[in-house]
């Protein structure tokens, strides 16, 4: 069973980079893509900044229904995420393909994905730099964790299908969130 | 001795989502930064979108001179990253208050940091969304690495002072970059 998780959390989660699912759903038909390009912009609501290149079919779905969800897998995912990464849902379903559990989100036709610890559901709200540099501003109008997945390790890309998995934590006092 | 590396490798470097030190030069006065607020836009030449608070001292240098420099921090240097990031260049000089060490860059006034294993030089190109976020369009004009720092771990913030440090590298077959 998912948990919300404050808003004001959000950024706990996708400050450190880690690679992302995005889901779009467009004319009945469910999507999802792999990004590493995206950054926080702003606490609270939460405000993110993302790519998502007009070369990727998810792109046209974000683009007219203004909506998305960003799931955050665990390492354990990384198979699949790289699936995901190779594939285009041009040529059919990812989430059956590749074993990823679509779920209704209660805010956006987007669904979340099951199998993530995290799961943001976004609303586009600035598409001034998607026609020079496809950068979408996101708002996330409803975020949710899923308890059972205790301190989960993300996965940063390095490219070339090199990924590296979070490693020990270190708690250094910081002024600042 | 520092080494130039081909602008076509950055991404490989911010796409993981490292913390980072964002250096600026104005009116004679060189100062330093920690920012985990970024993303990759564009793989070559290398585009980066950050973002840099009106409240930061640095904001006004990058505003007017339309220069800086991203720094990457191995993780043995956590505890400066934080010094930096908790004090503010209006009060003092945080190279030397904090052990860093400013060189002299190839394209920008904005100085290197010679502790860190990688130095971007960029230029302010796009300023479109500053006004409502903050949000800064770099382009990467040169970049160095230090051979010296072999696989360099880099630090990650999950906020309120914690940081998570690169852990067990995967090699996955990617068909992407």
């Known amino acids: 069973m998912l948990k919300h998780l404050p808003l004001s959390d959000v ?5 450190p980079g880690p690679v992302v699912l995005l889901t ?7 999507n999802v ?6 950054m926080m912009m702003e606490f609270e609501p939460p405000r993110i900044g993302c790519l998502v290149s007009g ?6 779905a974000l683009r007219k229904t203004g909506e998305c969800v960003i799931a955050i897998p665990a390492a354990r995912l990384a198979a699949q995420v790289v699936q995901v990464g190779n594939a285009s849902g041009r040529d059919f379903d990812k989430f059956a ?10 805010r956006v036709a987007a669904p979340l994905v099951a199998e993530c610890f995290a799961n943001l559901e976004c609303r586009v709200v600035d598409t001034r730099l998607v026609p020079k540099y496809n950068l979408f501003v996101l708002e996330v109008v409803q975020a949710w964790i899923d308890p059972a997945q205790k301190q989960p ?3 940063h890309h390095q490219g070339h299908g090199t990924f590296v998995v979070d ?9 600042k969130p």
Do not use: D, I, Q, V
């Open 97 to 106: 393909a590749f074993g990823l559990t679509p779920l209704p989100a209660k």
């Open 33 to 38: 893509m792999a990004m590493s390009w995206h």
């Open 11 to 15: 950024y706990t989660l996708l400050e």
């Open 153 to 155: 390790k993300t996965l």
């Open 24 to 30: 779009t759903a467009h004319k009945g038909h469910a």
């Open 167 to 175: 490693g020990e934590t270190l708690c250094l006092k910081s002024g």
């Open 55 to 60: 070369a990727n079919f998810s792109f046209t």
